[in-house]
Nanobody, 124 residues
Framework: QVQLVESGGGLVQAGGSLRLSCLAS????????MGWFRQAPGKVREFVAA????????YYADSMRGRFTIFRDNAVNTLYLQMNNLKSEDTAVYYC?????????????????WGQGTQVTVSS
């Protein structure tokens, strides 16, 4: 089992920045890839970014590339998502997740463990 706890969400004005954190505990050695997803009200959950836990290879959704940066600190088992130039359409609950094999990084169904989510609200 892997436990994930997100933090860092909040209310920010358009154009502002936030950094989300995801602290992983438990059997973190089983993690092949970790990712961020988000879900806005009335919408399906969508892929944001992912990275391979050991190699640090990163992947981004096209709409987030250049504004969001995913990175990790293995020493403290923490995944981060730096979000800059936020827009109102970025308002959503953001989740981190763990994939335990080399699957499709953008499909939420292929992630095994999930955090409880953190709310990000961008005011225009």
């Amino acid at each position: 089992q892997v436990q994930l706890v997100e933090s860092g969400g909040g209310l920010v004005q358009a154009g502002g920045s936030l950094r989300l954190s995801c602290l992983a505990s438990g059997r973190t050695s089983t993690a092949y890839r970790m990712g961020w997803f988000r879900q806005a009200p009335g919408k399906v959950r969508e892929f944001v970014a992912a990275l391979t836990w050991n190699g640090g290879v990163t992947y981004y959704a096209d709409s987030m590339r250049g504004r969001f940066t995913i990175f990790r600190d293995n020493a403290v088992n923490t995944l981060y998502l730096q979000m800059n130039n936020l827009k109102s359409e970025d308002t959503a609950v953001y989740y981190c997740a763990v994939q335990i094999y080399n699957g499709d990084y953008s499909r939420d169904s292929q992630y095994r463990y999930w955090g409880q989510g953190t709310q990000v609200t961008v005011s225009s």
